[in-house]
């Protein structure tokens, strides 16, 4: 069983920068796909980027150049840095995991969830 907790959401102006981090336990954590999810009120959950165990990465189009994932599988961490952040990006953002190893995109494909962190950028 994985157990994902996310951090670093909170309140930041259009144009600032904030680090989300997922924090896993489970044994098979390094074999899993990694991915970050956000949802906005009223709206569907989006995907935002994905890693592989191997460290081969996906971004949705929406945040390619602003948003970045990473992992460090030696603490069980996956990240998510968020620049030039904007009033659209506000949303609870979802750390997710997928057993399956490889890139998936939507969140049917997604076996584990966080509780999401919420991040409110105002304009």
């Known amino acids: 069983q994985v157990q994902l907790v996310e951090s670093g959401g909170g309140l930041v102006q259009a144009g600032g920068s904030l680090r989300l981090s997922c924090a896993a336990s489970g044994r098979m954590f390094n074999m899993y796909t990694m991915g970050w999810f956000r949802q906005a009120p009223g709206k569907e959950r989006d995907f935002i980027a994905a890693?592989?165990?191997?460290?081969?990465?996906k971004h949705a189009d929406s945040v390619k150049s602003r948003f970045t994932i990473s992992r460090d599988i030696t603490k069980n961490m996956v990240y998510l840095q968020m620049n030039s952040l904007k009033s659209d990006d506000t949303a609870v953002y979802y750390c997710?995991?997928?057993?399956?190893?490889?890139?998936?995109?939507?969140?049917?494909?997604?076996?584990?969830w966080g509780q999401g962190t919420q991040v409110t950028v105002s304009s």
């Open positions: 997710a995991a997928d057993p399956r190893g490889w890139v998936a995109l939507t969140s049917a494909d997604y076996l584990h």
């Open positions: 890693i592989t165990s191997g460290g081969s990465t």
